[in-house]
């Protein structure tokens, strides 16, 4: 796997954490965050009140897979963070 990306999410503001296309596999770790909830999405940018159907990580917290793999049955293009808080979030694109 190529070396993370470094995501800065910036209180209460949904940040897109997947390129402009649908990734292999993608790995992310919550580096710094109280709570961080990410969310599958099929493209559209969702709104911070849709993050109630989301999972929630802590620092040191994160995944690995594809997409379906993190949210089976969704069929999901992309992944978004959202937080309370200020955090930064490694992500890995293979």
Known sequence: ??????????AYTV??????S???TIAFQIKYGDLVTIMGTTGATPSASDFADGFDYVTREGE???????FPG???TDLYAFSRDDAVINV???
């Open 22 to 24: 649908s990734p292999g």
């Open 92 to 94: 890995y694109h293979a």
């Open 64 to 70: 690995r897979g594809t997409l379906d793999d993190i």
């Open 74 to 76: 969704g069929s999901y």
């Open 15 to 20: 940040t897109k954490l997947t390129g402009s």
């Open 1 to 10: 796997m190529p070396p993370p990306k470094r995501v800065d999410v910036p």
